[in-house]
């Protein structure tokens, strides 16, 4: 009903999640009485961030280039590999500035219902990550959904008898939570006062 | 926190209405796992949009090039226009189906808590259309809220006395909701039902 590039923009932003087509008209006529740069920055920044980031080789993580920010800094440790679901994770631990090893993103969690297995999440590229690395401890800090619970537990088996210890992060998250809305302290807490699942 | 431009991105989103920080990064997220055409198809349309689209050179109207789809549409009877506050109201009135004028786009509506007076507006074009058209029949089909019942007050009182005749929609309208909130059965009727505020 709106002259074509107004409604191609509000059918566009409607295919966003969290965004209905009222908030859509509305951000479309944001946009249209914003300045010619502030939109054309949105325009490009969108445009531009596919290209610009790919995932990390090693850990999955964004990164521009080969490696993410945290693999190519030869500061951190090794040994210590802490697996979270997707970047959100990282940025949540990162936050906390009580953890110096590096990360595994797994991709998501496992949810049969909506059809992601085992073998959808970067499971295998985690395993081989063990020896290559050095790692001695896997510290599981996934979600406390029930997906994340079943992704640890599945985890916890498939790690069990290679040597590694394998820790999770300490209750103290609020039950059903999302990782990344928990405040800094809290989750800095969690991870100090990880506890054991195994020693393999 | 995140690679450079996935936390532009997530900024650039945060500015736009009704979204907040968590929601930029949700989006973000989306757009990052998305297929590439959709996601440089959005930015295509945010960047294209300001260029594609200017005020109709008549009523203020979108419009792609002079003059939007009803003005350049000599079906439409000059006699008749149709006021509203912005270009939403436009495709509500349209979308009734009953009406065959032609309309004049304020702009917004009088807000001095906003800093908006009637010089922020188009008012002095929509006068000087009435003589230029032949304009026997001014409807004022402004939002029902504190502002848009103060611009229709406003222009009762400047349209006097020029020899047009000054309706407003009937009421029926929910008091304090937005026209294009409206279904168009509603809208339709209170459209047929407008009523006289003064011949001038």
Not at 21 to 48: N, S
Not at 74 to 82: G, I, S
Not at 133 to 138: F, N, S, Y
């Amino acid at each position: 009903v709106y002259e074509g590039p107004v409604q191609d923009l509000i059918d566009e932003l409607a295919r966003l999640p969290g965004i209905g087509p009222k908030g859509a008209q509305r951000i479309a006529f944001h946009l249209l009485a914003a300045d010619e740069i502030d939109a054309r920055r949105l325009g490009e920044v969108i445009t531009r961030v596919k290209q610009a980031i790919t995932p990390c080789r090693r850990c999955f993580n964004f990164a521009q280039g080969d490696f993410c920010r945290i693999c190519a800094d030869d500061r951190r440790d090794p040994a210590q590999l802490c697996v979270v679901e997707d970047p959100r994770g990282v940025v949540a631990i990162e936050r906390t500035r009580e953890y110096r090893g590096r990360y595994h993103v797994l991709g998501g969690a496992i949810s049969p219902l909506d059809g992601i297995g085992p073998d959808s999440l970067h499971i295998e590229e985690l395993l081989a990550r063990l020896g290559d690395e050095g790692v001695t401890e896997v510290i599981l800090a996934l979600n406390s959904s029930h997906e994340g619970e079943a992704t640890a537990s599945y985890l916890q088996d498939r790690l069990a008898g290679r040597g590694v210890r394998v820790t999770r992060l300490a209750s103290g998250l609020p039950v059903g939570g999302d990782l990344d809305y928990a405040d800094e302290l809290t989750l800095g807490r969690a991870l100090l006062g990880r506890r054991d699942l195994a020693t393999g």
